[in-house]
């Protein structure tokens, strides 16, 4: 039993091998299409933001991949979805940001602009639901 289970986890080490070695030239082209969006949110910030991002970007994959691989290694996972999960996560992502931009929805209108806050708006709105909330309980 103690050999069939080294057996099946040298097995699953092999596949787990030949499928990164499909997923990763695959991942190249899920950057290209993460990166077209994020560039254009980043454009603003200069190079510092973009290489951050990027970094970042570039982080987290490497994390799931090595996560995906360590499951399937412990015959937690299969290894086709350890190597390609990470790629599907990342496609979504992708193709969730490229979908943004061609709408030019307003969703990401927080990051492009930078992160700033208006303070004084955020100040009134807080009066504002501050004098609601002592007239309601006034009333009652």
Do not use: H
Request: overall charge positive; some cysteine.
């Amino acid at each position: 039993c103690r050999q069939a289970n080294f057996i099946q986890k040298k097995i699953s080490s092999l596949q787990v091998e030949s499928w990164k070695k499909i997923s990763i030239p695959f991942a190249s082209l899920i950057f290209v299409l993460l990166g077209v969006p994020l560039g254009i949110i980043s454009r603003r910030g200069g190079a510092g933001v973009s290489i951050s991002i990027s970094m970042g970007v570039f982080l987290v994959y490497w994390i799931c991949l090595i996560s995906g691989e360590t499951l399937a290694d412990r015959l937690l996972l299969s290894p086709f979805w350890a190597m390609w999960i990470p790629n599907l996560l990342f496609l979504i992502l992708g193709l969730w940001l490229l979908l943004v931009q061609v709408r030019g929805s307003r969703s990401l209108a927080l990051a492009r602009s930078g992160f700033q806050l208006d303070f004084r708006k955020l100040r009134r709105r807080l009066r504002r639901s501050g004098k609601d909330t002592v007239s309601k309980q006034d009333n009652q």
